[in-house]
Each structure stands twice: as structure tokens, then as C-alpha cells.
């Protein structure tokens, strides 16, 4: 079988290890496929999935708020500050989320506090975006 190790790690945890066929991200200038032997690279990553399909056909989803990536012919790592698996993400918390975030905003009272609310915005609306992704596969 020709697989490639991956690691998904936030700051807190190891959110997976494993071998795996192939590894779909979405990089910051576009979505990234990486398959075994796959040349050397470093990139930073946007907010969104990350499709893992393992060694035995099955599919693992992640959800990472943005990262980087470092691929390796026979490995991949993903770090992200935050990082959640798909079937834990919790669509009621992520909207919960997004409104507060759309709610700094309209309240922002400087250009960091907008920056800021928009960056959660973003990250809160890839997560539900994944979410949907997800509940779509399983």
C-alpha cells in the first residue's frame, strides 16, 4: 500500500495521526492535494477542512482555523492553533460564535477591533462551512 504518515496538531493536542492515501487542505492559495511522494513544501493554510483519506478508505475530516503545512515525501504535518475533528464540531457553538463575531463588528470601535471581528467571522463561518461538508459525507 502506498501511503504518507499524517499529523494534525493544535496547540493543545495531536488531533490525528495516521497513514494515509491522500490529504486535501485548503492552502492559502488554493486547495492543496498532496499524495505519497509528494515534493517538499511549506505553506501557511486558511481556515477550513482538512480530508484525510486513510490507509483504509475511510475519510477523516478536520477542521483547522488556519496553520501551516510542511509536507515531506512520506509525511505531512498540519499545526493549527485550533484544531477540531469533524464529528466533534458543534454547529449550535459555531453559530453561536458567528453571531457574536457579526456583533463586534457592527459594535467595532477601531480598525484592530474590526480586524479582529472579521478574522472570527471568517474562522467561525469556515467552521460551519466544514460542518456542512462533513454531515454531507458521513
Known amino acids: 500500500m502506498n501511503t504518507i504518515r499524517v499529523d494534525v496538531v493544535s496547540a493543545e493536542e495531536s488531533i490525528f495521526s495516521g497513514e494515509a492515501r ?3 487542505l485548503p492552502g492559502e492559495a488554493g486547495e492543496l492535494g498532496i499524495y505519497p511522494r509528494h515534493t517538499p513544501l511549506i505553506s501557511r493554510i486558511k ?78 463561518a469556515a467552521q460551519l462551512a466544514a460542518l456542512r461538508k462533513f454531515r454531507t459525507k458521513k
Open 22 to 24: 491522500f490529504v486535501a
Open 47 to 124: 481556515a477550513g477542512s482538512v480530508r484525510i483519506e486513510k490507509a483504509d478508505g475511510t475519510e477523516e475530516f478536520v477542521f483547522v482555523a488556519g496553520g501551516v503545512l510542511e509536507v515531506q515525501p512520506d509525511h505531512v504535518t498540519v499545526l493549527s492553533d485550533t484544531a477540531i475533528r469533524g464529528k466533534d464540531l458543534d454547529e449550535e457553538k459555531a453559530n453561536a460564535a458567528k453571531a457574536a463575531a457579526e456583533d463586534a463588528l457592527r459594535n467595532a470601535k477601531s480598525e484592530i477591533d474590526m480586524a479582529r471581528a472579521q478574522s472570527e467571522l471568517a474562522v467561525f
